[in-house]
Nanobody
Framework: QVQLVESGGGLVQAGGSLRLSCAASGRTFRTAAMGWFRQAPGKEREFVAVISWSGGYTAYADSVKGRFTISRDNPKDRLYLQMNSLKPEDTAVYYC???????????????????WGQGTQVTVSS
C-alpha cells in the first residue's frame, strides 16, 4: 500500500515556476512507477508526466514537454515536478499517483495507477 501527499501548489504569474512535491509512505513506493496527472475545471483528468521506479524512464505530455521535469528521490520517498514557464492553461489540480505493478517503464494511463494523493491546486494568472 502507498499513501501520497502532495504539496507545493499555489498562485503564480504566467512565466513563473513552481515545484510540486509528493511525499510517499509504504514499502512499495521504491518499486512503483509514479506519475503526475492534472484536472482542470470541467475537464477530464489528464496525464502530465510519469517516471519509472528507477528514474531511468520518463515521459511527458506534449503540452508540458520542455517546461516540466519529473524526478524522484527513492531514499527520501519523494516525487517531484519542477514546472517552469507556466501558462494559464496549466491551471489545474495536480495529483501524484503510484502504480505498484513492477514495470521497466511507466504507463501514461491514469487507469494503471492504483494510489492517488488528494491533489494540490496550481493557478497561473495571465
Amino acid at each position: 500500500q502507498v499513501q501520497l501527499v502532495e504539496s507545493g501548489g499555489g498562485l503564480v504569474q504566467a512565466g513563473g515556476s513552481l515545484r510540486l512535491s509528493c511525499a510517499a509512505s509504504g514499502r512499495t513506493f521504491r518499486t512503483a512507477a509514479m506519475g503526475w496527472f492534472r484536472q482542470a475545471p470541467g475537464k477530464e483528468r489528464e496525464f502530465v508526466a510519469v517516471i519509472s521506479w528507477s528514474g531511468g524512464y520518463t515521459a511527458y505530455a506534449d503540452s508540458v514537454k520542455g517546461r516540466f521535469t519529473i524526478s524522484r528521490d527513492n531514499p527520501k520517498d519523494r516525487l517531484y515536478l519542477q514546472m517552469n514557464s507556466l501558462k494559464p492553461e496549466d491551471t489545474a489540480v495536480y495529483y501524484c499517483a503510484a502504480d505498484p505493478t513492477f514495470r521497466t517503464r511507466a504507463s501514461t494511463r491514469a487507469s494503471e495507477y492504483n494510489y492517488w494523493g488528494q491533489g494540490t491546486q496550481v493557478t497561473v494568472s495571465s
